[in-house]
């Protein structure tokens, strides 16, 4: 959602939806140039009362910005004067709208850097919140404490117009955008054939995904009620923009038909010589075929109508998984080891194809909607989600160990599996659940007690 897009540095002009035909195909990598990027987001809070943290402020997220940038050699990017973003050798870190940290790290082979990415960005973050106080940085799919009215939009243009717009399409929208966190994985596909093979997977695979990293069940300083609140909130943000698309869980999708969906779901903005422009009632493929108020598509208009598609899982210039609840710091790099072991390597993906290819699509998004209370003990056609997701993380460590990389000690990236295994699938507990039974029982729902068990 944070994504930074410099307008117009794409001003190819699309005159016919034919010049969009091969767009994604364009940034197809070859097989051993594979690499894996991630997002992570993250809550600041006041740690002492948990509140979230204020855009604006001595001890706030702009004054972490600039820190960031005075203390680890990040270059600002504004907006309106205030810093709104950083960039530094291919990393970013933005802001969500309601002030959440987003690292959007560079690329990298595997998932050993992943983790050295997260712990030099850790250190960064927890070094800047000396400097500036009681300041502590909390994982979680929800924020525990604040609610809407108590968390400040952070001042961009983009915001206010999603806001007002998916504020139209869905009554969970401003939560959605203000509340919520994830960790999202970017993988990349070697062509058509092979990233529509992979997105048909990582669709059915999602609510087992969702189920293992639930971890959204303290909400506004209560039990909610569910194990994943942030997978309900995106329920009801805009069924034209988010969620599952079922119809791409199919043996003959291609390109086109996610090209076809892209065309027709509404756009919310245009960029033009540094100007915000509201689009009203305008999808790309009118867009396209009439312009609007003068003005005609190009490239950078397609790439900026990507930004706001929040499916579950996507492509832009890769495919981007995103159905998972933000985690506890050591949890974080097993979600990109397990998404990685299970697309990144050919025999798991067929292994992986055969347990889920029984399921209808019906029965797929029925079991999405009931992970939100159940998490893993969910079922589909009598089975329980504990029971396929424990068969795909064994499926997944075979394909990280058939890629065979491995760190300077010698070990491969199957250790990044190992905390998902012992806490969660041995257990049978999601992190909400885990986390549920610490607040009721020895925390006594004290905050300072959860805050100490959430910050990284």
């Given at each position: 959602?944070?994504?930074?897009?410099?307008?117009?540095?794409?001003?190819?002009?699309?005159?016919?939806?034919?010049?969009?035909?091969?767009?994604?195909q364009?940034?197809?990598?070859?097989?051993?140039?594979?690499?894996?990027g991630?997002?992570?987001?993250?809550?600041?809070?006041?740690?002492?009362?948990?509140?979230?943290?204020?855009?604006?402020?001595?001890?706030?997220?702009?004054?972490?910005?600039?820190?960031?940038?005075?203390?680890?050699?990040y270059?600002?990017?504004?907006?309106t004067?205030?810093?709104?973003?950083?960039?530094?050798?291919?990393?970013?870190?933005?802001?969500?709208?309601?002030?959440?940290?987003?690292?959007?790290?560079?690329?990298?082979?595997?998932?050993?850097?992943?983790?050295?990415?997260?712990?030099?960005?850790?250190?960064?973050?927890?070094?800047?919140?000396?400097?500036l106080?009681?300041?502590?940085?909390?994982?979680s799919?929800?924020?525990?404490?604040s609610?809407?009215?108590?968390?400040?939009?952070?001042?961009?243009?983009?915001?206010?117009?999603m806001?007002?717009?998916?504020?139209?399409?869905?009554?969970?929208?401003h939560?959605?955008?203000?509340?919520?966190?994830?960790?999202?994985?970017?993988?990349?596909?070697?062509?058509?054939?092979?990233?529509?093979?992979?997105?048909?997977?990582?669709?059915?695979?999602?609510?087992?995904?969702?189920?293992?990293?639930?971890?959204?069940?303290?909400?506004?300083?209560?039990?909610?009620?569910?194990?994943?609140?942030?997978?309900?909130?995106?329920?009801?943000?805009?069924?034209?923009?988010?969620?599952l698309?079922?119809?791409?869980?199919?043996?003959?999708?291609?390109?086109?038909?996610?090209?076809?969906y892209?065309?027709?779901?509404?756009?919310?903005?245009?960029?033009?010589?540094?100007?915000?422009?509201?689009?009203?009632?305008?999808?790309?493929?009118?867009?396209?075929?009439?312009?609007?108020?003068?003005?005609?598509?190009?490239?950078?208009?397609?790439?900026?109508?990507?930004?706001?598609?929040?499916?579950?899982?996507?492509?832009?210039?890769?495919?981007?998984?995103?159905?998972?609840?933000?985690?506890?710091?050591?949890?974080?790099?097993?979600?990109?080891?397990?998404?990685?072991?299970?697309?990144?390597?050919e025999?798991?993906?067929?292994?992986?194809?055969?347990?889920?290819?029984?399921?209808?699509?019906?029965?797929?998004?029925?079991?999405?909607?009931?992970?939100?209370?159940?998490?893993?003990?969910?079922?589909?056609?009598g089975?329980?989600?504990?029971?396929?997701?424990?068969?795909l993380?064994?499926?997944?460590?075979?394909?990280?160990?058939r890629?065979?990389?491995?760190?300077?000690?010698?070990?491969?990236?199957?250790?990044?599996?190992?905390?998902?295994?012992?806490?969660?699938?041995?257990?049978?507990?999601?992190?909400?659940?885990?986390?549920?039974?610490?607040?009721?029982?020895?925390?006594?729902?004290?905050?300072?007690?959860?805050?100490?068990?959430?910050?990284?």
């Open positions: 959602m944070s994504t930074f897009l410099q307008e117009d540095t794409l001003v190819k002009p699309i005159r016919t939806i034919q010049d969009l035909h091969g767009y994604f364009m940034f197809a990598k070859p097989r051993l140039e594979e690499r894996v991630i997002e992570c987001e993250l809550f600041g809070v006041h740690s002492k009362t948990g509140e979230a943290l204020p855009y604006s402020g001595t001890i706030g997220i702009e004054a972490v910005l600039n820190e960031l940038a005075y203390e680890f050699g270059e600002p990017v504004y907006e004067g205030h810093v709104i973003a950083l960039q530094k050798e291919g990393t970013a870190i933005s802001l969500e709208p309601g002030g959440q940290l987003e690292l959007s790290a560079a690329p990298v082979q595997s998932i050993h850097d992943v983790k050295m990415q997260l712990d030099e960005f850790f250190f960064q973050i927890k070094t800047v919140a000396r400097f106080g009681p300041v502590a940085w909390i994982a799919g929800i924020h525990p404490f609610d809407l009215d108590e968390m400040t939009w952070v001042p961009k243009k983009r915001y206010q117009i806001a007002r717009h998916l504020g139209r399409q869905g009554k969970k929208a939560d959605m955008m203000k509340r919520t966190a994830t960790n999202q994985v970017n993988l990349d596909y070697e062509n058509e054939e092979d990233a529509i093979q992979k997105m048909r997977l990582a669709l059915a695979v999602t609510p087992v995904a969702s189920a293992m990293f639930a971890n959204s069940a303290i909400s506004r300083g209560r039990v909610s009620g569910y194990l994943s609140e942030r997978l309900n909130i995106w329920r009801y943000t805009d069924p034209t923009r988010s969620g698309i079922l119809n791409l869980i199919c043996e003959r999708c291609t390109f086109q038909d996610y090209l076809n892209v065309l027709d779901v509404p756009m919310m903005f245009l960029v033009r010589e540094g100007k915000w422009i509201v689009t009203r009632n305008l999808t790309f493929r009118r867009f396209i075929e009439k312009g609007y108020q003068g003005h005609q598509p190009t490239q950078s208009d397609f790439e900026l109508l990507l930004s706001t598609i929040f499916t579950d899982v996507r492509f832009k210039q890769y495919m981007e998984i995103r159905g998972m609840d933000g985690q506890r710091g050591h949890l974080i790099p097993s979600v990109s080891a397990f998404w990685k072991g299970l697309l990144y390597d025999e798991a993906r067929k292994s992986a194809g055969k347990i889920l290819r029984r399921f209808r699509e019906q029965e797929i998004k029925k079991l999405h909607q009931e992970i939100e209370r159940l998490g893993l003990r969910a079922k589909i056609r089975v329980r989600v504990l029971e396929l997701a424990r068969e993380v064994r499926i997944s460590e075979k394909g990280l160990r890629q065979g990389l491995s760190d300077e000690t010698g070990l491969d990236e199957t250790i990044y599996l190992k905390p998902l295994q012992e806490e969660i699938l041995k257990t049978g507990k999601t992190p909400a659940e885990q986390t549920l039974e610490l607040w009721e029982g020895p925390f006594k729902r004290n905050r300072h007690a959860l805050i100490d068990y959430l910050k990284i």
